[in-house]
Nanobody
Framework: QVQLVESGGGLVQPGGSLRLSCAASGSRFSLYTMGWYRQAPGKQRELVARITSGGNSIYADSALGRFTIARDNPKNTVALQMNSLKPEDTAVYYC?????????WGQGTQVTVSS
């Protein structure tokens, strides 16, 4: 069992930046593909960015060029640096850990982009 705890959400003005962090429990963190997903009101949860155990990352088109995902295996953390935020980035952001048939979710952190 893996527990994921997100932090770093909040209210930011358009054009601003936020850094989300996810701390994972357990000793197998380096094996997991780690991802950030988001869910806006009335919409389905969607992938924002994902990074494999080998460090390869992919991004949603909406995040490409603005967001960066990075993992720190010794610290069991994964971060999402979000720059040039837009109102449409407003959502609850969830951390995800996946390995074969295992999948774990954090409780989510709210990001609101508004002036």
């Amino acid at each position: 069992q893996v527990q994921l705890v997100e932090s770093g959400g909040g209210l930011v003005q358009p054009g601003g930046s936020l850094r989300l962090s996810c701390a994972a429990s357990g000793s197998r963190f380096s094996l997991y593909t780690m991802g950030w997903y988001r869910q806006a009101p009335g919409k389905q949860r969607e992938l924002v960015a994902r990074i494999t155990s080998g460090g390869n990352s992919i991004y949603a088109d909406s995040a490409l060029g603005r967001f960066t995902i990075a993992r720190d295996n010794p610290k069991n953390t994964v971060a999402l640096q979000m720059n040039s935020l837009k109102p449409e980035d407003t959502a609850v952001y969830y951390c995800n850990a996946a390995y074969w048939t295992e999948q774990y979710w954090g409780q989510g952190t709210q990001v609101t982009v508004s002036s």
